[in-house]
């Protein structure tokens, strides 16, 4: 089992900036990705990005792409999404995951936990 926990959502006028970590504990050992998701009201929850836990691989939404960046810091199982430029589309529930990697993705195997919410205002 692996247990994940979420922090630093928030409220931002466009254009600023939020940091989001997650800590995970347990069996993560198990798990050969991380990786950062996001469901917005109404819509489908989706992979925002994905950092491979045995590679320096990381790889981004084309929505996120130069204004997101991970940091993962594998020996305290840290992965952090630093989120610049934030846009209105951007308002979500955020969620953290481990699993396995799937080559171009990161296949979540964790339970969903509550998520951490960002709103972003124009």
């Known amino acids: 089992q692996v247990d994940l926990v979420e922090s630093g959502g928030g409220s931002v006028e466009a254009l600023g900036s939020l940091r989001l970590s997650c800590v995970a504990s347990?069996?993560?050992?198990?798990?050969?990705?991380m990786a950062w998701f996001r469901q917005a009201p109404g819509k489908e929850r989706e992979g925002v990005a994905f950092?491979?836990?045995?590679?320096?691989?990381?790889i981004y939404t084309h929505t996120v792409a130069g204004r997101f960046t991970l940091s993962h810091d594998k020996a305290k199982n840290i992965l952090s999404l630093q989120m610049n430029s934030l846009k209105p589309e951007d308002t979500a529930t955020y969620y953290c995951?481990?699993?396995?990697?799937?080559?171009?993705?990161?296949?979540?195997?964790?339970?969903w936990g509550q998520g951490t919410q960002v709103t972003v205002s124009s």
């Open positions: 995951a481990a699993g396995a990697w799937r080559g171009a993705h990161c296949q979540p195997l964790t339970q």
């Open positions: 347990g069996n993560i050992a198990d798990m050969t990705c």
């Open positions: 950092s491979h836990t045995h590679s320096n691989t990381m």
